[in-house]
């Protein structure tokens, strides 16, 4: 932490029973946040429970207007609605918010920030700064050095987003789900509107507009301003596949200037934050089960798509609850701290 | 049948123990094809197993260079090294070969056929006629009928593609995974090469050219082969889910003239074997559980995609062994008849 070697400072976790909340205890301490205290904030149906953090039992307490005195940072992962009402009252305290709802992405004078990609945009901040969707972050870590070095056109993208992205609730039910197949029964939906274990679902996300879901306009939304670039052209589907932690990806691009797949596979092994697991002759490419709990995105099956001028496919797989949300965030307060925004 | 009321059809079944070959044998009872004798065919290894069919317990025979005398129709699927060396004795011995392995598909002079879109092209074989790729059957079908309203310029394709397209031991090899992780274990791939069970695989297939698999690459020659468009832009990535039975499609498809989603509603729902399921303000879409079992291609999510000139998004799902295989072959032996081919 660049410029304040000894400070300490002051974290709410808003949310800290959640998936992504308890993501982010864990990414504190992994990452030796200059945590002071540790607030855990959640609803009051949570409050009283005891989290483990550092060695220490937490008590969690029930979020109100007045949770954020003496609070530096408020990490927010509650759902947009929380976030809405109680992120004012955490500015009005003083504490810098990094949200990780959708509630404050699209706002003007909210940056939106992935730090590898427009890291100094948080300079702009009134007091929030949001963490994109999970699918979002990923895709543009990966193709924002491509754009930087050829423009970017369009890009197609289609998901494969684990049950983790929808909270605990899909997780456990696809558990319980799995449970039911492998003693030979057939599980109902309960959680979700279909059956996800042993099954695909494009859908489960409220629809939006125009026949796209909320999830499928965020990727779209988001990318266009963590890139700056509010004409770029996007198509997505979304579908959530049965697997537990990790987003895939798969994305064909159409860039401005041609490359190719060496020189694509050279930026991305260079970006901070990547990994390349590639073989364009054999079976070497990522997948979920082998990059969950990993911090980098991971990308492969880099090849030119002739089908378009200068096309290029390529394929993604990026820890969801990690950089997809809760790391993302924490290296979001890191690079605030850094530029001394708080 | 049209034209042969009573006549029937001494059928061989090559690969009868496989899961395709059992769907074939359910298919031609299900659809009362007139079958004189079926004659149940497979390797050394199978050969004395009995199968069911219609009553009986048939004793599988060894496959050789004489098992085909007498049959009038021989369905393959063992495989493409068997369909190379077997499919031409039996076209010998006199029968119509429907090889649903990719050893004849791009061979020319071979039809390859999907009745819906092509059925009259099995007027020009010669004695062989091949059964596509198992998401090249659904995909054509689907955009056959915008193609002959407004033109096709390209197609943008991701897959979700289940275990049983890759045969009975990836099958079993998910049921297996699915217990061990419902016992909280770890499972070890060995069939395929990584983890299916709560994962998702972007290959698996060999690596053709460029970066690409085998699959990627029938899919695209297939298409244009099936719709006679050889200069026909498509792009495809290939992924591997874990899902027992039904390919999903998440297909981008840009047209020569503008078409709507209303149209192109319309246009599917006017077209034999495809089902519409779709509702752009709600949860309606097709997925592969509730689609097992079927015959038809179900279509959801069909919308605009305002990224490009003209372009429509939709997702499509389709039972590999049934529409994708088993039935599409015995749909084409029907046809076949029909045109009095044999």
């Known amino acids: 932490m660049a410029g304040s070697p000894s400070r300490r400072f002051n974290v709410a976790v808003v949310g800290a029973t959640g998936v992504v909340g308890a993501e982010m205890l864990k990414v504190l301490l992994q990452r030796r946040f200059p945590v002071g205290e540790l607030r855990a904030l959640a609803s009051g149906r949570s409050a009283g429970q005891r989290i483990a953090f550092n060695g ?33 009252d955490a500015v009005e305290a003083g504490a810098l918010v990094v949200d990780n709802s959708s509630a404050w ?45 050829v423009g970017l056109e369009r890009l197609v993208v289609s998901t494969y987003q684990s049950a983790s992205g929808a909270g605990k609730p899909l997780l456990d039910e696809l558990e319980e789900q799995t449970r039911i197949i492998a003693a030979g029964g057939r599980p109902l939906p309960s959680v979700y509107p279909k059956q996800l274990a042993h099954n695909v679902v494009p859908g489960g996300w409220a629809m939006d507009q125009d026949g796209y879901n ?26 959530r596949v049965p697997v537990p932690i990790g987003h895939g990806e798969a994305v064909f691009l159409e860039t401005v200037d041609p490359i190719g797949p060496d020189r694509v596979r050279e930026l991305l092994a260079a970006s901070p934050g990547i990994t390349v697991e590639d073989d364009p002759t054999g079976q070497v490419y990522p997948t979920p089960a082998e990059v969950a709990g990993r911090d980098d995105v991971y990308v492969g099956r880099i090849r030119r798509d002739p089908s378009t001028r200068n096309g290029i496919a390529l394929w993604l797989v990026s820890d969801n609850l990690r950089k997809g949300a809760a790391l993302n965030a924490v290296q979001v307060a890191e690079r605030a701290i850094e530029m001394g925004v708080r």
Chains 1, 2 share one sequence.
């Open 214 to 239: 909320e999830e499928e306009v965020k990727i779209v939304n988001e990318s266009r301003k963590i890139l700056h670039d509010p004409g770029l052209r996007i198509a997505v589907t979304c579908v």
């Open 56 to 88: 220490d039992r937490l008590e969690v307490r029930a979020l109100d207007r007045k949770s954020f005195a003496g609070i530096d940072i408020a990490l927010f992962s509650a759902g947009a609605g929380i976030s809405t009402e109680f992120a004012p």
């Open 105 to 149: 992405r699209m706002v003007e004078n909210c940056p939106l920030v992935v730090p590898e990609v427009n890291g100094d945009d948080i300079a702009d901040n009134e007091g929030i700064v949001a963490n994109p969707n999970c699918c979002a972050i990923p895709l543009t870590m990966v193709v924002d050095p491509i754009r930087r070095a």
